[in-house]
């Protein structure tokens, strides 16, 4: 069986345990503050996390994240290359919301090993559950076109969800991330916002805005259940950003409605994906299994 690499942006919220266990690496995006400072997005540390989730509380001037080069991209390809793998698939955020996947292909057809470039449509947990059900592919001996067309293919047909709740909607706002959401800004103080990312466009799309946490929650599984029936098979991934008491109750509501295949991890949003969604954002991925 061949060797291969699976890379996934840093915007791809994974477990750092994921990272060995499915023998995935991460490739950084970047943030510079206002004040000039830079720095990778390059750390799955809960302890880093929270002094970067308390600087943006801060802060009154968010910060702005970039893109990985090509050159970037080809520097890690050929570390892959030299450590004796065959072939490399990339696993990006939606194009909608980055230049990323633009800089993978580029530096694709700059080395001679094949690489396969995935555009998920989707950013942070869910991501990480694409770099899971690509390890399952590739363990049955398909190399990295079949399996990143298979991946595109349930991609396209709604296997892949991402739903999360935002408690400040100027974050999103202020980054330009979100699309579809007149009627969502304006006074917004102590109101959370459900958010869905598109399976068709990979955008973020508002869809509900309420009072508490409570409710948040509600609306969130009450958004699920519109897109993968109950009962269903299910993988589940909870993620947050210093909202930890967030994902209890969806963890709990979501048991009860699928049937979930495997014990569900938690992860943490990183520095890019905060700073977009801000601080107090909770949600979770969830791949629809349907076998």
């Known amino acids: 069986m061949k060797k291969v690499k699976i890379l996934l942006d840093s915007t791809g919220d994974i477990p750092k345990e ?26 799955r540390e809960l302890k880093d996390l929270k002094e970067y989730w308390k600087k943006l509380r801060e802060t009154d001037k968010l910060p702005v994240s970039s893109q990985p080069s090509p050159a970037e991209f080809l520097e890690i390809y050929q570390e892959a290359k030299n450590r004796g793998y065959d072939e490399i698939l990339v696993l990006c955020i939606s194009t909608a919301m980055s230049g990323t996947f633009n800089s993978a292909t580029l530096a694709s057809r ?8 995935v555009d998920t449509k989707k950013a942070s947990g869910v ?46 706002v202020k980054g330009g991330r979100v699309s579809k959401f007149q009627g969502f800004v304006g006074n917004l103080l102590s109101i959370n916002v459900g958010i869905y990312i598109d399976h068709k466009t990979g955008e973020m799309i508002p869809f509900k805005k309420v009072r508490g946490s409570k409710k948040a929650q509600k609306t969130l599984i009450e958004k699920i259940i519109e897109e993968v029936p109950e009962g269903s098979s299910v993988d589940v991934i909870l993620v947050h950003a210093d909202n930890e008491e967030g994902i209890g109750p969806l963890e709990e509501a979501l048991k009860k409605i699928y049937n979930v295949r495997s014990p569900i991890d938690v992860s943490y949003m990183g520095k890019v994906i905060s700073t977009h969604v801000g601080p107090g954002t909770a949600g979770f991925g969830l791949y629809w299994r349907k076998d």
């Open 18 to 43: 994921w990272l060995e266990k499915y023998d995935v690496s991460i490739v950084p995006l970047h943030i510079t503050w206002p004040n000039g400072d830079k720095e990778d997005d390059d750390t």
């Open 110 to 117: 700059e080395i001679d090993i094949p690489i396969r470039v």
């Open 127 to 172: 991501n990480a559950l694409v770099a899971m059900r690509a390890r399952e592919l590739l363990n049955e001996g398909k190399n990295v076109e079949e399996v990143g067309k298979l991946l595109e293919n349930e991609i396209a047909s709604g296997r892949f969800h991402a739903v999360f709740y935002v408690s400040n909607f100027d974050y999103l």
